[in-house]
C-alpha cells in the first residue's frame, strides 16, 4: 500500500500550517514556485531541490524529508500476527479509506473504527468470522471516515456508538477516562485533536500471544506523515508526542489512509518530527 502523503505533500502540509508563503519556501529550496507547485502536487523526483534548506525553514527533518521524497516506506507489518485484527480498506473510486475490525476470540464479540466508504467489506468480514458487533468507535466526524456508519447501525442496530464529536447524542460520547472490555480485549482513548477538533486515538490491549498493543489513530499521524491541520498545526504535532509517541515503541499504528506503521518506524522517519 502507498504511502498517504509524498515529500510534496509533507512541504505543503507544513507550510500552510506554519502560514509559511510559497515563495520563501521556494527561495528556500533554491527553486522557483512553479517547480514548488509542481511538487507540492505530485512529489515526482526532481533534482536540484535544497530540501535542507527547505526543512530548516517549516521545522521538518530534513534528513527524514530527503528519505521520504527518496521512497522511503515503512517496514510491512504482518497484521495476521494479531490474529483477531482485520485491516479493511474502503474506496469511493478515488479516495482509499481504512477502518479496522477487532474481536474477542472466545466470545466472538467484535467492534469496528470508523466505517469507511462502504458497508460490503465489513459485513464479508462479520459474516465470515460470525462476529457479534458490539462497539462502533470514531475516531473523528470527517465525512470518508463515517460515510457508511448508517449502513452498518442498519446492520448492527444494537451496537454502541463512541465518539468525541460534540453534537452527537449525550449516550454516545466519550466520558473522561472510559475504557471499554471486549471480552480479554482492553479499550481506551486518547484525545488527539489537531486536524479534527474531535479527533480520538483508541488504544487496544489484550491480543492473545506476543502480540503488541494496537493504535487506531484516524488522521492524527500517517506512516512518514501527519493530517492536514491549517489551524491547529502545532496541537497537532504536540498530541501525536503526548498520546501516540508516550506507547510502546512496538506498537503498531493504525491509520485513516496508508500502510499501519508503528511508533518506533515513525520516530526513526517521521519528517514532522526530529
Keep these: 500500500m502507498p504511502l ?10 507544513s507550510r500552510m500550517g506554519l502560514g509559511i508563503s510559497s515563495s520563501e519556501v521556494a527561495a528556500a529550496g533554491q527553486i522557483n514556485e512553479d517547480t514548488l507547485a509542481k511538487f507540492e502536487e ?15 525553514l517549516l521545522t521538518l527533518d530534513g534528513g527524514k ?15 495476521s500476527r494479531w490474529h ?29 473504527f470508523d466505517t469507511g466508504w462502504i458497508l460490503r467489506p465489513i459485513e464479508e468480514h462479520i459474516k465470515q468470522h460470525e462476529l457479534d458487533l458490539r462497539h462502533i468507535f470514531l475516531t473523528h466526524s470527517h465525512y470518508d471516515h463515517i460515510e457508511a456508519l448508517g449502513d452498518v447501525r442498519k446492520m448492527a442496530p444494537e451496537a454502541a456508538i463512541h465518539s468525541n464529536i460534540p453534537a452527537a447524542p449525550k449516550t454516545q460520547r466519550l466520558l473522561p477516562q472510559e475504557s471499554f472490555q471486549l471480552g480479554g480485549l482492553s479499550i481506551r482513548y486518547r484525545e488527539t485533536p489537531g486536524h479534527a477538533d474531535d479527533g480520538v ?21 500517517f506512516a512518514g506523515s501527519i493530517g492536514g491541520a491549517r489551524s491547529h498545526f502545532q496541537l497537532a504535532r504536540d498530541k501525536i508526542q503526548e498520546a501516540i509517541f508516550s ?28
Design 65 to 79: 524529508l530527503n528519505a521520504i521524497a527518496s521512497g522511503w516506506e515503512p517496514q510491512k507489518q504482518d497484521v
Design 4 to 13: 498517504e502523503d509524498h515529500a510534496g505533500d509533507v512541504i505543503r502540509k
Design 42 to 56: 505530485d512529489g515526482a523526483p526532481t533534482n536540484g531541490i535544497h530540501f535542507e534548506n527547505i526543512a530548516s
Design 247 to 274: 506507547l510502546p515503541v512496538d506498537t503498531l499504528i493504525c491509520p485513516g489512509h496508508g500502510p499501519v506503521t508503528t511508533v518506533a518506524e515513525e520516530l526513526a522517519n517521521n519528517p514532522f518530527f526530529s
Design 201 to 221: 486515538t483508541y488504544v487496544v490491549e489484550g491480543f492473545p500471544g506476543t502480540s503488541s498493543s494496537i493504535a487506531i489513530v484516524g488522521d492524527a499521524i
Design 84 to 112: 483477531h485484527l482485520r485491516h479493511i480498506e474502503t474506496d469511493d473510486g478515488g479516495m482509499a479509506v481504512n477502518c479496522f475490525l477487532i474481536w474477542d476470540q472466545n466470545t466472538g464479540e467484535a467492534a469496528l
